[in-house]
């Protein structure tokens, strides 16, 4: 152990002594000395104090006036969007999705337009060859794009080579887990090899004031390949959803320093790439040209756009003794199984002989707690038989009480309802939207809205 050192303080003018003194040596005050016990010193904490001998950083305001960043528009509406307006000088961005997604060639078409408008643009790609990449341009019709391609794996070479000159004002690398630093031993795709890629990547990015685009790989699961702290590094992290069956691909931001995470970006895949969808409910929403049971409009909200989507249910009777099967694409397991116990436990309606099978049409995925009220309709209606007119849409939030709680944005969604061509709104009790050009039928508890489904009243 360490012997404790003592000290000794002037309370008079703060000079430190190690010995006591009737008298203050610096300022010859009388009794001012003060014992003071210091922590334990050992050689090591002497040479390892972090409390001095750094150097003085610069500390700024909060309300420092400052200028908003620059940022490249793509020319792709809905790329633009999920950016929050375009990529930013000097920032970082990740995106991640499915092999065969489509982000090569997400990426090819924002790179072909800003070469275009006049902004220089780096591909380099780990994975394919140089000449992969210009016959996938040339089947896009983005041929004539003055995009320099390379085909390296090694990060110094490729720093090297785009640092040379005037440095690129995008520089796309596709993948990171095909990249190599020869400062650090192993593999591409091994942990620290994806770490020490993009950190000097990312520290290219904020010196040269180049935007990098870092595509990354997704595990079984569907999250990003790699440290988890490789979505710290980065400024953005886009992920590309969508199931290659489908022909609609979205592009949500999961995290974005210089936007919200609330917008998404809509894309159709087809021979000539990825188009933009405008009105994404076009996608989700499938002819109702007659009432159908079990299905049931909801107005969802992605950041601000709103997207009508179809919940569909399908309740199917089973003989004394069977173990019913609940099955849900689209929407939280945990979630329904929450409607059907409140559905039970507060209406009445039983659904313990019955498997309950739930989806959201077009292979759309719904967080949004506000499509409650539309399952549990869809539940209803499928248990009943009753059909939802087909001019309405529902939306709200259930509590376990059984009350209908109001959501967020229910003017917006029934503005976009109303343009669709809907009528009519299941909502809330209390919740805002007066003066929409719809009918708005109002409940404030789970079992009057079941009520009105049945026709008790």
């Not at 089947?139 to 785009?162: E, K, M």
């Not at 520089?171 to 770490?195: C, F, K, N």
């Not at 689209?330 to 002989?353: H, K, T």
Request: include cysteine; aromatic fraction near 4%; proline fraction near 4%.
């Amino acid at each position: 152990m360490a012997k404790p050192q003592k000290r000794y303080v002037c309370h008079s003018c703060g000079s430190v002594s190690h010995r006591w003194a009737g008298q203050c040596g610096d300022c010859q005050e009388w009794n001012t000395l003060v014992e003071d016990a210091g922590g334990n010193v050992t050689p090591f904490s002497a040479k390892h104090n972090l409390q001095s001998g750094g150097r003085a950083i610069l500390m700024s305001g909060l309300d420092t006036d400052i200028a908003l960043p620059d940022r490249m528009e793509t020319g792709i509406a809905e790329l633009d969007r999920a950016l929050g307006g375009g990529f930013v000088e000097g920032s970082a961005t990740l995106i991640g999705g499915d092999p065969g997604i489509g982000k090569s060639t997400l990426l090819l078409q924002a790179a072909a337009k800003l070469a275009l408008a006049g902004k220089s643009v780096a591909y380099v790609s780990g994975e394919e060859a140089a000449d992969q990449v210009r016959l996938r341009a040339r089947r896009l019709g983005l041929g004539n794009a003055p995009v320099q391609l390379a085909a390296a794996t090694s990060v110094r070479d490729i720093l090297t080579t785009v640092g040379q000159g005037n440095v690129p004002d995008l520089l796309i690398i596709d993948s990171i887990q095909t990249m190599h630093s020869d400062l650090i031993e192993g593999a591409p795709g091994t942990v620290s090899q994806v770490r020490a890629s993009s950190g000097e990547l990312i520290r290219f990015a904020k010196e040269r004031g180049t935007a990098v685009v870092l595509v990354g790989h997704v595990t079984k699961d569907g999250a990003i390949a790699g440290p988890r702290v490789l979505e710290h590094m980065v400024d953005t992290v886009l992920a590309f959803e969508g199931e290659r069956s489908h022909l609609y691909r979205i592009l949500r931001a999961t995290k974005n320093r210089f936007g919200g995470t609330d917008e998404i970006g809509v894309f159709a895949m087809d021979t000539a790439g990825l188009s933009e969808v405008s009105n994404p409910s076009s996608l989700f929403l499938t002819s109702r040209d007659e009432n159908v049971t079990g299905t049931v409009v909801f107005p969802a909200l992605e950041g601000t756009r709103p997207v009508l989507v179809e919940v569909q249910a399908l309740t199917v009777r089973l003989a004394s003794g069977a173990t019913p099967r609940r099955a849900v694409v689209g929407w939280d397991s945990g979630r329904l199984a929450m409607i059907l116990a409140v559905l039970e436990a507060r209406c009445g309606l039983s659904f313990s002989s019955a498997e309950v099978y739930l989806n959201i049409a077009g292979g759309y995925r719904v967080q949004d707690p506000a499509a409650d009220l539309a399952v549990a309709a869809a539940l209803v209606s499928a248990l009943s038989e009753r059909p939802v007119p087909a001019d309405a849409v529902a939306f709200g939030e259930i509590a376990l009480s059984g009350e209908v709680r109001p959501v967020a944005h229910g003017p917006l969604r029934l503005k976009e309802a109303a343009k669709l061509g809907f009528g009519r709104a299941l909502v809330p009790a209390k919740q805002g939207g007066e003066g929409a050009a719809m009918t708005l039928s109002s409940f404030a508890n789970l079992t009057r809205f079941v009520d009105h489904m049945l026709g008790r009243g």
